[in-house]
């Protein structure tokens, strides 16, 4: 996401390249590429012209250090600028009364109730509370039988009245069935509606007013860009919603409606969502998507999906058998396992400072393991506990029990050998992990 904006911008602060200070002339002519830049992301024109407007005004009242560049003060405030526009901060969602009560709406498509699944295992894990999810949508049968599917992949019941066509009914009674099985979270899925339904926005305002939702949570598609900040508002003026939800965020390389949004209906984004697993959901953090557009990554969010990851027992076990030089391919195929569980792979790496411009052309596929994990399986228990026996008959027979070459498998065998040799010097101590990897205490 938002790589088309990150290039634009990145060219508009080469103009200040090599200037000795920031000047009205040189802010002018980069302030007008960086408006450019946003409205070609899509961003609303009134929101991008007020931007620029503020960052006109910061940059020159700045005093530029000696030490500090013009092209690097001004990277800095659009930075500042920009999480400030987006929210300045996370919000969270509320979850008060008993049960507390999530309303989801958007329009038809949008990703409703995919987002109340994920939402329900983000409640689930993150915050350990038990949730009911509420089948409201009563006008497309695929949705109750799409929601019964994600909650049985979750572990999450699904309440479902087959036969009532009342949706205000439904999530009332579902409300009482919660307080009677001690569920403190409910997630009322609805049917997609458009803004020029009279009739769905009466019932949408109904169900809000019958069960007096915590939180209701407006979910809209960023890749329909400035048309999706238009239906927040026009949703927002009848629904008064407390927060909005991006799903479909990896399709979108322009990025404009998470950008524009907080601006235009000033309610906060409180998630992001991409793709179709239930763990692909973030909460919505205005800093570090600052930096992402910038191209700075975001280390802290890889930190703590690594950390989601991290078990501290296993973790000293580990250590135990990197120091012995007892690390093998059972070990190894775990630590895929765990990296395969923190998300997308080339959304991983673009975390990382200056992973995301050199990775723009390069397709990392979600299933970038599956050769390695074929030719570990095809390995003997006693060849995967002690790798050091993997002669050249063996790599041959492994080879062909994979479907892969011998050169693949003695590509694989090379990086495991110089992984063992690296974690080693890692878990003997000349190497230090960096503070945010290392074990919680």
Known sequence: MFENLTDKLERSFRILKGEGRITEINVAETLKEIRRALIDADVNYKVAKSFTDEVKQKALG?????????????????????????????TDIRLEGNPAVILIAGLQGSGKTTFSGKLAAHIKSKRGRQVLLVAGDVYRPAAI????????????????????????????????????????????????????????????????????PSETLFVVDSMTGQDAVNTAKEFNDRLDFDGVVLTKLDGDTRGGAAISIRSVVDKPLKFISSGEKMDALQVFHP????????????????VERAQEQFDEEEARKLKKKLIKNQFNFNDFRDQ??????????????????????????????DDAFKQTEAIIDSMTPAERENPDIINARRRERIAKGSGTTVQDVNRLLKQFDDTRKMMKTVAGGKLKMPMGMRPRR
């Open 145 to 212: 039988d799409q929601l019964q599917v994600l909650g049985a992949q979750i572990g999450v019941e699904v309440y479902t009245e087959p036969g009532n066509t009342d949706p205000v009914a439904i999530a009332e009674n579902a409300i009482k069935y919660a307080r009677q099985k001690s569920y403190n979270v409910v997630i009322v899925d609805t049917a997609g509606r458009l803004a020029v339904d009279e009739t769905m926005m009466r019932e949408i305002t109904a169900i809000k007013a019958a069960v007096k």
């Open 287 to 302: 800093e570090r998507m600052a930096d992402r557009i910038l191209g700075m990554g975001d280390v802290v969010s890889l």
């Open 62 to 90: 700045q005093d530029v250090l000696r030490s500090v560049k013009p092209g690097q003060m001004m990277t800095k405030i659009v930075r500042d600028e920009l999480a400030a526009l987006m929210g300045g901060t996370a």
């Open 336 to 365: 895929i396992a765990q990296i395969k569980k923190m998300g997308n792979l080339k959304d991983l790496a673009s975390m990382i400072p200056g992973m995301g411009k050199a990775l723009k052309n390069v397709d990392i596929p």
